[in-house]
């Protein structure tokens, strides 16, 4: 009998009487007290894959869970996949109350959502969801206000795994060009339905991957690596970009190549065309941060430099004549808008159009009715700058009386043409869900379009805004989110949420997802730690490379002043992070173990010695750095999670991964919660539970996601010790 053959008789005669039990059965046979549950955990086999890296060398015993999860029963990783999956799902679905937790987030998700509408040629659109619908809906309104169906992403797939991720119209509005993915991967495929009469072309582009579709007369261009279907399109390399020109009613193998760089396999091409079709803007980037930037006019053969390094952002806003609008951080670590004129492409002759703010991060800048609208965000909140074209500044978009100016909102999905006054905008923030209102451009005033009605009161729980010190001393922004009337004791179960990296600022959004457990007592905490996008450049680069453990620390120093405050304890503290948050919980789990009682680390980062090795990773390396380089390489020995799990006593964790996810290969999870399971010494568990037809998060279909969030509840509040 193999390892895994025992293993799963084993623990079914260990677990059986924890099974779900029928209605009419007693509660006893459920998991209702955390110190009584003892699990068996899967062998898994060690290898004695042995790396040298500058002359050190470093063990890595579960290079074998690196293979692609198949439908293949007899292969190892398979074999242990499941045995994993066994443990995972007969843990959760034996905890007391998560029947009605799954009771209370499915009423929760039961409502009507509209996203910001917008406008394409004769016709406004908008996505709806009902509210337990898999994927949400397109919708068409012409001119009489009559809107019928556009496109209907939920008869892609019987279970709702094959999304929408992508939609872009033609510039006269004819057409649209919608992009597929099937079980969350990155991978795309493109076709184009006709507006007038939602007729789907024969036009069929497939192997697209981190390209939109820029049109341009009668046709698109689009970026893609080669045709990866005879190898593991999940987890090799990404190497290759390359830009095509797809004409209308042609085949794809008849694509124009426009722009490659065979010299260059890890730079990716993204071409892109102004609204009036008169400039061609090719982006070139090697990692997250950082791109070159080219041009041309559509009559042109050759394309221009306008910046050939990777040191600084270039972000094309719109143009005006031969004059290109562009927001960086060239000399500006929070951000500013040039002007720059493509024939003099030098920076001695860039005018600067709106200089960067001292107290606030420019975010986005859209040129809309006429105007430039400049999304900053002022320490956690959202305020847009309204600017004419020669830079002078108009005033902030004015935000419908009833929301709170001192309550911290994020305003996001700005909707609008340059020819047009009117604009759509979504507002909403820890307790509020996203609200649509619609701006008046000329006047900056904005009123609510549409209001969603969501089962629960947002007046019942109060948003606290404050500072907190790091080890090195820096202050460190932290939303703290709980029911009114908390007394702060020491012992209220704390949620604590990071990010901290890739310069993406982590805004208020609303929490359905976290509702049941603010409901049942919980406090839900976001730290807006360094590596993040909240502060400018220098803030993400104080997160980064050498400096990424100051991306731990700070997290460490929020729920040490979390706990020091009065609000929790080292018992009632869990963390939770998805992708680079998932390499902060793991990271910081195995350097403070003592310090949380639960980790959940989601679709995480927690191999830094070989992440570079898969799909997209070797992108990442602006904020890593690589282990092939000798500098870099101590440093992410000194945190990688895999390699950094010795014997200790762990917080409960539940680590979260998916078979499909082609960007954090889910071969991180793998040999993390392998590592966790030898290791841990404590009686809590360490579970890994992996989604099935699904990737990094995007398109996951409502049911999956109500699945999921059901599951990591009952997990957290099982394990801090809540009940219902």
Known sequence: MNDNAYFFILFCMILSSCQPPNASEDLAHYFTNPASVHLQYPSTQKGTVVDTFFGQPVADPYRWLEAAVSDEPQKPINQWVNAQRQLARNYLDSIAFKKDI??????????????????????????KNDGLQNQAVIYQVDKSGQEVVFLDPNSFSDDGTVSLSGLFFSKDGRYAAYRTSESGSDWGTVQVIETENRQLLNDKVEWLRYSGVS??????????????SQGDKFTQKNEFHQVYYH??????????LIFADKSQPNRNFGLSVTEDERIWVLSVTESTSGNALYCKKSSEQDFRAIVQDFDHDFNVIDNVGDTLLVMTNYKAAKYQ???????????KYWDLLIPEQKEATLNSVQMIGGYLMARYTQQITTVVQVYDLKGNNLGPVK???????????????LQGKKSLKEAYFTLS???????????????????????????????????????????????????????????????HPLLLYGYGGFNIPILPSFALKRLPFLEKGGIYAVANIRGGGEMGQAWHKAGTQLNKQNVFDDFIAAAEFLIEENYTNSDKIAIEGRSNGGLLVGACMTQRP?????????????DMLRYHQFTIGHFWASDYGRSDDSIQFPNLLSYSPVHNCEPHAYPAT???????????????????????????????????????????????????????????????????????
């Open 102 to 127: 799954y009771k209370r987030m499915k009423a929760l998700y039961n409502y009507e959502r509209i996203s910001a509408p917008f406008t394409e040629g004769d016709y406004q659109y908008y996505s």
């Open 215 to 228: 049109w341009y007369q009668n046709g698109f261009f689009y970026s893609r690596y080669g045709d990866n």
């Open 247 to 256: 004409q209308l009613g042609s085949n794809q193998q008849d694509d124009a």
């Open 337 to 347: 808008v040039f002007a720059i004129d493509i024939h003099r492409p030098e920076p």
């Open 399 to 413: 935000l419908p009386p009833e929301f709170s100016p001192t309550l911290p909102l994020t305003i996001s999905s």
């Open 429 to 491: 923030s820890f307790t509020i869900p996203a609200t649509v209102c619609k701006l008046n451009t000329q006047d900056r005033s904005s009123e609510v379009w549409r209001r969603p009605v969501v089962p629960f009161n947002s007046e019942d729980f109060e948003i606290e805004f404050t500072q907190y010190t790091s080890k090195d001393g820096s202050s460190i922004p932290i939303s703290i989110v709980y029911k009114k009337g908390l007394k702060k004791t020491g012992d």
């Open 594 to 606: 003592d310090l949380f009682r639960v980790a959940l680390p989601i679709v995480g980062v927690l």
């Open 654 to 724: 539940m680590v979260m991964t998916a078979d499909h996810d082609d960007r954090v290969v889910p071969a991180h999870s793998f040999k993390f919660g392998a590592a966790l399971q030898e290791h841990h010494q404590g009686q809590r568990p360490i579970i890994i539970r992996i989604d099935s037809k699904a990737g990094h998060g995007a398109g996951k279909p409502t049911e999956k996601i109500i699945e999921e969030e059901v599951d990591k509840l009952a997990f957290l509040m099982f394990n801090l010790g809540m009940s219902w």
